[in-house]
């Protein structure tokens, strides 16, 4: 991998950002597929490609990207659209600053079919495109398009992510108490330790969703905590109260290792600790926290939306 800061982007270097796009339980790759949507969108453009850039920091979407980079020979930039796991194309910080949406470049997983998108449409079109196709071709697709130019990178997107997120693999390995290491490094909190009790998940509408409940365990017995899910966890309730929301990061990792479990994988029986990790900061103005309620408003997880953290901007 060859990964380059931000600044290292000149002013008109075309940058794309890169996703798998579908439900996270039935997410699939081939990279050599992958690696020739990038060729596709240079001919699209007529140009060539300088950087890759993650749409989002998930886990499997962001190595997606990285790798089609690699594959490709270009750098990554270390940054993203979001600073943390986004279900919709259209939750970036991009979709802030009015970058473009157009070309989009769609495909299934082995990219047999492809769907090329001209004409100029909005991030929520594209989400809209991008999940209908995901629905039709196995849960899951590939998406790519030309977001930013250099300039654009510097000043639209959270940066230094992957070296951030670098850093925390090293801590996890290293840390004799990672789960505390990883609360000092994202100036985090723990909401809850136990054991999950009840587990229900379903693929539908080209999403996973999860809901489960989990028994207090030391710090928390004698408490319950309920978390949902739609592909990320985007609410948790510690006795039926609202304590933590989307777009701070609700994450739940082994109470031992503090590797982090993601929604689709945890098991009835699993022991976990659940954090709340702040936001970046885009994410609590104004119209960050308007594009959050729409989403989870939409979800149904919430009657109305409430923000656990301040706003940041009027």
């Not at 050599?32 to 950087?51: H, N, P, R, T």
């Not at 992957?162 to 990672?178: E, F, H, N, W, Y």
């Not at 978390?227 to 933590?244: D, G, I, S, Y």
């Amino acid at each position: 991998m060859h990964l380059i800061d931000a600044a290292e982007v000149s002013n008109d270097g075309i940058v794309v950002s890169f996703a798998c796009v579908g439900a996270t339980a039935n997410v699939a790759y081939h990279g050599d597929a992958a690696a020739k949507m990038l060729k596709v969108l240079e001919e699209l453009i007529g140009k060539k490609v300088f950087a890759v850039i993650p749409l989002d920091l998930g886990g499997f979407s962001t190595l997606a990207a990285v790798d089609v980079a690699a594959r490709c020979g270009v750098p990554v930039v270390d940054a993203d659209g979001a600073g943390r796991a986004v279900s919709e194309l259209h939750i970036q910080v991009y979709a802030m600053k009015n970058a473009a949406s157009t070309p989009v470049v769609v495909a299934d997983i082995d990219a047999e079919n492809i769907q090329c998108f001209k004409e100029k449409i909005d991030s929520r079109s594209a989400e809209q495109v991008s999940r209908a196709l995901a629905v039709k071709l196995r849960q899951s697709v590939y998406v790519a398009r030309p977001v930013l130019t250099g300039k654009r990178v510097r000043t639209s997107s959270v940066v230094n992510t992957l070296s951030s997120s670098i850093r925390m693999g090293t801590l996890l390995r290293k840390a004799v108490d990672p789960v505390r290491a990883i609360l000092t490094e994202t100036n985090g909190s723990a909401l809850f330790e136990g054991v999950v009790n009840n587990l229900n998940r379903e693929t539908r509408a080209g999403f996973t969703w999860t809901t489960l409940t989990m028994e207090g365990l030391r710090d928390s017995a004698g408490s319950t905590l309920q978390l949902k899910a739609r592909n990320e966890f985007l609410a948790a309730f510690k006795n039926e109260t609202l304590v933590a929301t989307a777009p701070d990061i609700i994450t739940a990792v082994s109470s031992e290792t503090g590797k982090c479990v993601p929604a689709e994988k945890i098991t009835k029986d699993s022991r976990l600790t659940v954090l709340a990790i702040p936001a970046p900061k885009q994410w609590r103005s104004r119209r960050g926290l308007e594009l959050w309620r729409e989403v989870i408003e939409r979800t149904g997880f919430l009657k109305e939306y409430a923000s656990i953290g301040k706003s940041v901007e009027k």
